[in-house]
């Protein structure tokens, strides 16, 4: 019978050959389902009526500004309740001018994520030691360096830990095993992001072309017909 | 059967075995062209790999984010509304 560890393992050399394709472990890790895509169309779509994007009275920059927000909301609305999705709804209500957008689209489920407690952030006394052993592991795979290295690369992981705290949503008050499970997750879903936006782009794109090649067609038969 | 993270958390000690699975579940989770230059993956190149990737992504989504608001600046309210819905209920 296989271990957990050798169901990751095969799981990882598979989803390794195929460098676009998303892991699909059958526990906790981030699936894109049908679902996924469906909350984050449609999450996407009351968002862009929320902020009216497709009306004329808005510059450039304030429509981008909308659709990103839009986005951002349903990705972290689609995936349900993870660490960085708290985070990154509680980053965007830090800003004044998101917050009526949020209020409209998330309704009750605004109140009440603001009411729940970070309680993440009492572990900040244990974060450093705890990030310094669950990367230790990985360092101990490295081949033997002098003892200054050794200090050297621990510092390097510590700063860069930092950084990854800074990009991931709510990371600044996990734990270093939460913050690489968070961070997987996070990834998947920001690639899940990127695929359905595109693939938005591609259907307005496309309903643009068929609109106006009708429109236009007419015109360009008369024209030959001077010929 | 395998054992949900959340059950694991609860216990104060985390294995490193959990450990190293979360980190090789990351390495494969970054594209190939940036795995390729892991030959050995230390733990800070991991980090920074992935800080980098996260980055790449933030790009590609503010990217799409102006294509977008590109494309429906120069739109009539009505159609394409209606396609991207149904578009989502054909898919």
């Given amino acids: 019978m296989l271990s957990r560890t050798h169901f990751i393992y095969i799981s990882a050399c598979v ?15 981030m699936q894109v389902t049908e679902a996924f895509k469906h909350a984050f169309l449609k999450q996407m779509l009351l968002g862009f009526q929320a902020s ?17 927000l839009s986005a951002d909301v349903a990705m972290a609305v689609a995936r349900g309740s993870r660490k960085w999705t708290r985070g990154l709804i509680a980053g965007l209500s830090e800003e004044q001018q998101n917050r009526s957008f949020l209020q409209l689209i998330l309704g009750e489920q605004y109140e009440r994520r603001l009411m729940k407690p970070c309680y993440s952030s009492w572990k900040i006394p244990r974060c450093r030691k705890i990030v ?7 360092c101990r795979r490295q081949k033997k360096k002098k003892n200054q290295s050794g200090v050297l690369a621990r510092t390097l992981v510590e700063k860069r830990t930092q950084q990854l705290k800074r990009l991931v949503p709510g990371g600044e008050s996990m734990d270093g095993f939460s913050l690489l499970d968070e961070t997987l997750d996070y990834v998947l879903s920001l690639r899940a992001q990127v695929d359905l936006m595109q693939s938005l782009l591609t259907t307005v794109e496309s309903s643009k072309l068929r609109s106006h090649s009708k429109r ?6 008369a024209s030959y017909v001077g010929k | 059967m395998p054992v949900e993270m959340s059950s694991r958390r609860s216990s104060s000690r985390i294995s490193d075995e959990e450990i190293s ?10 594209p190939e062209s940036r795995r390729r230059s892991m030959s050995r993956a230390s733990a800070a190149k991991l980090l920074k790999e992935t800080c980098s990737y996260i980055k790449s992504l933030h790009r590609e989504v503010d990217d799409l984010s102006d294509r977008l608001s590109d494309l429906m600046s120069t739109m009539d309210s009505g159609s394409p509304q209606a396609e ?8």
């Fill in chain 1, 216 to 221: 236009t067609l007419p015109e360009r038969k």
């Fill in chain 2, 21 to 30: 699975e979360l980190i090789s579940k990351l390495q494969s989770l970054l």
């Fill in chain 1, 52 to 68: 009216a994007v497709s009306t004329n009275s808005m510059g450039f920059q304030e429509r981008k500004n909308a659709i990103k």
């Fill in chain 1, 15 to 29: 989803a390794a050959f195929s460098p676009s394709c998303l892991l699909s472990f059958s526990v906790a890790a």
């Fill in chain 1, 132 to 138: 310094r052993r669950s990367l230790r592991v990985c």
């Fill in chain 2, 84 to 91: 991207i819905i149904r578009s989502i209920l054909r898919s």
